[in-house]
């Protein structure tokens, strides 16, 4: 074994340790400090992946080994070397991580639900996040204590609703094909509970989240309007439709907020009747159980004939009962503990005939025709309410009928206050107002009665014909009057013939405009009936205060405000404009709803009036382009005839032998000027 004595004298080196090993090799005759910066920079730039400590010890033994100055740690060169050594190591990593997000683009595109999953097992998931029998059922109204809140919404906000079904409905938010496989699962395999028991009020799973809803009631409750009113319950009509199973509890009681049929039941009939459902099944809760009737042994109760008559309007059902309440599930109708209630506890149940259950699901089971007037009552509301302006007006033409309570009155005339108004088939029956006449056409629609709807509709569109050919007529004026001026010498050609001032001079075309103008927007007053004058003439501040912030009038305003001031003819000219645009499109929308109006009749009504000449086709249902100009169609216009001295304005004499044209005008050859010989009267 060679000693370390016998190593140096034999001049042999030491082999290097690991660190040394791992360090390149490098210039040994650098002599000065910028070699030591060369020789550290180079031994960190080039570790490799080498750890810092690593490269660190091994630039410093090399700087002893050659014999140079020593680089401290707080030397800027150091700080330099390892802010380089940093940055090269962190471009490393980048580079590393763009390199693996390059080789998992395709799989961060692709969704593994959709691409991955058959649609076999997808379905199945939809399945378990999605269906809950609870649905379907009185439980699912009910909060945590177990009972359902009150009938009329007592113990609502004390009570602390569950709205837990167990379903995760979320998942249809995430994209537009997820919910167009998941839709289908949550509203076709789910069976929807639907409570109407009182007059406006009804309860579903679906109303838990409604914002429609009104404090007082519970989470699963929603206050619906006359059916007479709008067809649908706002934006629960697009998922109704979807809905292929219901389950509805209905009540026959005659409570005092109760009608006939009930009101939550003619919703649901009408939003689900295009859309055909599959199965409905009908349960009535008997009368003691809701409310303590006058005398328990007389029951106060609808015919379940008139309850179930909205039913009718359904067809194609593939499942279709009619049955009573069971028993274990009357104590969950059960919401007024009463003791008078408790000491009778008598229960009366609708009388359900097995002929009239039978022939109801024979007809909803079958693919027979259907008549559905409330669509016909519909397209004539539409047409009613555009000859008005108001909106409360508007709001006001809506039908309150159906109420057992005092009824009510709308401008002197009075409701009848039953649903069933027989009187009106009586030799020498007439009509009042407008709101009168849409109360019984609204009530001929809910008895889906043809016949009497066609005689009221007529009524109602005879009172509304005149006032519609006056402002037919006074549109098409107005059309002939602009089209006449669309044109570069007219009032509403372009902007380069207009003066700088104001000028009534007889050249001026504002003033027909003007009287245009007024005599359209004159014809869309209505007609008032005796007592809508007087409700008009007893508060007459109130009446003309509707008017005044509507935008029309607002604007006559501002025109009769310029021209006052004698302001600029383009702003005059574009009030003008804009008046005239307010006025067709309401006049457009009349005609919009007036084709429309026979649009859900069934074949084979006969008519009193022919249908052509209802629709007027030869009108035009244009609005007025103002960025058209158009074009002159009349023949060019010859010199005008001026007033002759000699003749006080007759034509000049054809006889002139001067007059070599004939047209009664001298031509000066040397002047080249032409003028009237003015020599007596012209024979005509």
């Given at each position: 074994m060679v000693s370390s004595k016998q190593r140096k004298n034999m001049n042999v080196a030491p082999l290097p340790d690991?660190?040394?090993?791992?360090?390149?090799?490098?210039?040994?005759?650098?002599?000065?400090?910028?070699?030591?910066?060369?020789?550290?920079?180079?031994?960190?730039?080039?570790?490799?992946?080498?750890?810092?400590q690593v490269a660190l010890s091994a630039a410093l033994r090399k700087q002893e080994q050659l014999g140079l100055?020593?680089?401290?740690?707080?030397?800027?060169?150091?700080?330099?070397?390892i802010l380089r050594s940093a940055l090269a190591e962190s471009q490393q990593r980048e580079q590393a991580l763009a390199a693996r997000l390059r080789d998992l683009e395709p799989f961060r595109k692709k969704c593994h639900l959709l691409k991955t999953i058959p649609i076999e097992v997808r379905r199945e998931i939809y399945k378990y996040l999605l269906i809950n029998p609870i649905l379907g059922s009185i439980k699912s109204l009910h909060n945590r204590e177990g009972s359902a809140p009150g009938l009329f919404g007592e113990g609502a906000a004390k009570s602390s609703y569950r709205k837990r079904y167990g379903l995760h409905p979320a998942l249809l938010r995430t994209c537009k094909a997820v919910y167009g496989e998941a839709a289908t699962i949550l509203y076709e395999s789910n069976t929807f509970f639907f409570q109407s028991l009182s007059n406006e009020n009804v309860l579903c799973p679906l109303f838990r989240n409604s914002p429609e809803m009104p404090l007082q009631y519970s989470f699963s409750r929603l206050r619906l309007p006359f059916p007479g009113q709008r067809l649908t319950a706002g934006h629960f009509e697009g998922v109704f439709k979807k809905i292929k199973h219901?389950?509805?509890?209905?009540?026959?009681?005659?409570?005092?907020?109760?009608s006939c049929p009930s009101h939550g039941l003619v919703y649901l009939c009408r939003m689900i009747c295009d859309s055909s459902p599959k199965s409905l099944h009908v349960e009535f809760v008997p009368c003691g159980s809701l409310t303590i009737p006058t005398?328990?042994?007389?029951?106060?109760?609808?015919?379940?004939?008139?309850?179930?008559?909205?039913?009718?309007?359904?067809?194609?059902?593939?499942?279709?009962?009619?049955?009573?309440?069971?028993?274990?599930?009357?104590?969950?109708y059960e919401w007024w503990y009463s003791p008078l209630l408790v000491r009778f506890r008598t229960f009366h149940k609708v009388d359900l005939p097995k002929d009239l259950v039978a022939k109801l699901k024979f007809i909803v089971q079958s693919n027979t025709p259907v008549v559905r007037v409330f669509k016909m009552y519909q397209r004539l509301l539409d047409y009613t309410r555009a000859f008005e302006r108001i909106e409360e007006a508007r709001r006001k033409m809506d039908p309150e009928y159906g109420l057992l309570s005092s009824p009510p009155s709308y401008l002197g005339s009075k409701v009848a206050p039953s649903v069933l108004f027989t009187h009106i088939d009586q030799p020498g029956f007439s009509l009042r107002s407008v709101k009168s006449q849409l109360e019984y056409a609204a009530t001929a629609s809910e008895e889906n009665n043809v016949e009497v709807f066609n005689r009221?509709?007529?009524?109602?569109?005879?009172?509304?014909?005149?006032?519609?050919?006056?402002?037919?007529?006074?549109?098409?004026?107005?059309?002939?009057?602009?089209?006449?001026?669309?044109?570069?010498?007219?009032?509403?050609?372009?902007?380069?013939?207009?003066?700088?001032?104001?000028?009534?001079?007889?050249?001026?075309?504002?003033?027909?405009?003007?009287?245009?103008?007024?005599?359209?927007?004159?014809?869309?007053?209505?007609?008032?009936?005796?007592?809508?004058?007087?409700?008009?003439?007893?508060?007459?501040?109130?009446?003309?205060?509707?008017?005044?912030?509507?935008?029309?009038?607002?604007?006559?305003?501002?025109?009769?405000?310029?021209?006052?001031?004698?302001?600029?003819?383009?702003?005059?000219?574009?009030l003008m404009k804009e008046i005239i645009d307010d006025m067709d499109s309401q006049y457009l929308q009349i005609r919009k709803f007036r084709m429309a109006v026979f649009d859900e009749d069934p074949p084979g009504l006969q008519y009193i009036f022919d249908k052509?000449?209802?629709?007027?086709?030869?009108?035009?249902?244009?609005?007025?382009?103002?960025?058209?100009?158009e074009p002159c169609l009349t023949p060019i216009e010859g010199p005008k005839i001026v007033q002759f001295e000699g003749s006080q304005g007759a034509l000049p004499n054809r006889d002139d032998p001067d007059d070599v044209e004939g047209v009664g005008y001298h031509i000066d050859m040397d002047n080249h000027d032409e003028q009237a010989t003015g020599q007596g009267d012209n024979e005509m």
């Open positions: 690991a660190t040394e090993a791992a360090t390149p090799r490098v210039n040994q005759h650098l002599p000065s400090q910028a070699g030591l910066e060369a020789s550290i920079a180079y031994n960190i730039e080039t570790a490799n992946g080498m750890e810092l100055n020593t680089v401290t740690i707080d030397s800027p060169q150091f700080e330099v070397a219901w389950k509805v509890t209905l009540s026959s009681h005659k409570g005092w907020e109760a005398f328990p042994d007389i029951p106060r109760q609808y015919k379940a004939s008139r309850m179930l008559q909205p039913l009718l309007w359904l067809r194609n059902l593939s499942e279709f009962t009619v049955t009573h309440l069971p028993d274990n599930e009357t104590s969950s009221v509709r007529h009524i109602i569109l005879e009172v509304l014909e005149p006032q519609y050919q006056r402002i037919a007529a006074a549109a098409e004026s107005m059309s002939s009057f602009v089209k006449s001026e669309k044109r570069c010498s007219g009032l509403f050609g372009p902007v380069s013939r207009f003066a700088f001032f104001f000028d009534l001079s007889d050249k001026c075309l504002i003033p027909d405009g003007l009287v245009e103008i007024y005599r359209y927007a004159k014809t869309f007053e209505r007609d008032l009936s005796l007592e809508e004058q007087k409700h008009k003439l007893s508060d007459m501040k109130r009446w003309m205060a509707g008017f005044a912030k509507l935008p029309r009038e607002i604007l006559l305003h501002r025109l009769e405000l310029e021209m006052y001031q004698r302001s600029h003819e383009l702003i005059i000219t574009s052509e000449l209802w629709f007027e086709r030869h009108r035009c249902d244009d609005a007025i382009n103002w960025t058209v100009e």
